[in-house]
């Protein structure tokens, strides 16, 4: 079963990394920052997995929200908390709003659709989600790499490796847990606070 678990997580985990970082993914990013310390992924690959995920996650968002703004996925998006937010905070500092954007939890779907909505120049936006798409890979990764030398001074060495992918997929699904947890506490605050 553990080997299972371990050539799946060799074989796929990347494309894991990619994907979970399209959306909100900085789970993704530590989790593959910490594989990468187990030496089960290479820390370039890691980082270049999170990047391309969270780069195409945003430019996939902003171009909805600048080619299909009536469509009715991006008017029901338009709906969700924090929008009117975002939308606001876009128009008046554009640069500033697309390079912190992905930092601010349960923002990045509405930013992405607020951005591509405010008449950012798309070559602008591209850059910026770049520069910022970068920096969030490196950060998170990193912070996944350091939790794991964190984790084995504290756990040991002497765990065999598939003892240590069970315990950093037990991690991964605590902070999936507790970050779907505080996101709808946030949400369900700024409903309230837009309903006022």
Known sequence: MTDTIHR???????????????????????????????????VWQTVLAAFLGAFAGDTFFFFLGHSFAEHRWVRRLRKRPGFSHAYQSVRTHPNIFVLSNRYI????????????????????FIALNALSSLVWALLFSTIGYVFGLGAEQI?????????????????????????????HRVARRERAREGD
């Not at 939890?105 to 602008?124: C, E, H």
């Open 155 to 183: 756990i040991g060495r002497s765990l065999l490796l598939h003892q240590r992918l069970l315990i950093a997929l037990g991690i991964g699904v605590a902070v999936i847990v507790v970050a779907v947890f505080i996101g």
């Open 8 to 42: 799946l997580v060799e074989q796929y985990g990347l494309i894991a990394v990619f994907l979970g970082c399209v959306a909100e993914g900085e789970s993704a990013a530590i989790l593959g920052g910490f594989f990468a310390h187990q030496h089960v992924f290479i």
């Open 105 to 124: 939890y349960g923002m990045r779907l509405v930013g992405g659709i607020a951005s591509g909505l405010s008449g950012i120049p798309i070559w602008r």
